[in-house]
C-alpha cells in the first residue's frame, strides 16, 4: 500500500455509503472503502497501472464486484475493469461517487 491510498483509507474508510438512485451523470451506487473487497484482482490493478503509468492500490468494489476502484500514489481515484476511467484526485473523487458523475475513460481497449 502507497502513502496515498493508507491516507485515503484512513480519512474516508469506514461506514458504508448508502446512496442509491440518478446522480448527475450516472446512477449513485452505494460503496464501502474496503481493499479486502478487492483480493484476488491484484493482477487486474497491477496491469492497469502500469497501462496508466502508475501504481494503483485496490480500494474496494463497486456495483456489487461489477468494477473496483483503486488509488494511484498521487490520490486520483480509478474505475478498474476491463477498461479504465478517473472520477478525479481525492476528495472531489468522493464528490463524484457519491453524485453519481461517469468516470472519464483514461483508455481505450481491454485488457484481458
Excluded at 493508507?6 to 451506487?29: H, M, W
Excluded at 497491477?46 to 496508466?52: L, N, R
Excluded at 485496490?58 to 481515484?77: A, C, M, N, T, W
Amino acid at each position: 500500500m502507497h502513502r496515498a491510498a493508507a491516507e485515503f483509507l484512513v480519512e474516508f474508510g469506514g461506514p458504508n455509503v448508502e446512496i442509491d438512485g440518478p446522480g448527475s451523470s450516472s446512477a449513485r451506487e452505494p460503496f464501502e472503502l474496503d481493499p479486502g473487497l478487492c483480493v484476488g484482482e491484484e493482477d487486474r490493478f497491477a496491469g492497469w497501472g502500469a497501462d496508466v503509468g502508475c501504481s494503483l492500490f485496490p480500494i474496494r468494489e463497486l456495483d456489487q464486484g461489477r468494477f473496483f476502484l483503486g488509488i494511484s500514489e498521487v490520490g486520483e481515484v480509478f474505475l478498474v475493469e476491463t477498461w479504465v476511467a478517473t472520477f478525479g484526485v481525492g476528495d472531489a473523487a468522493l464528490e463524484s461517487l457519491i453524485l453519481g458523475v461517469v468516470p472519464q475513460k483514461r483508455l481505450r481497449g481491454v485488457r484481458r
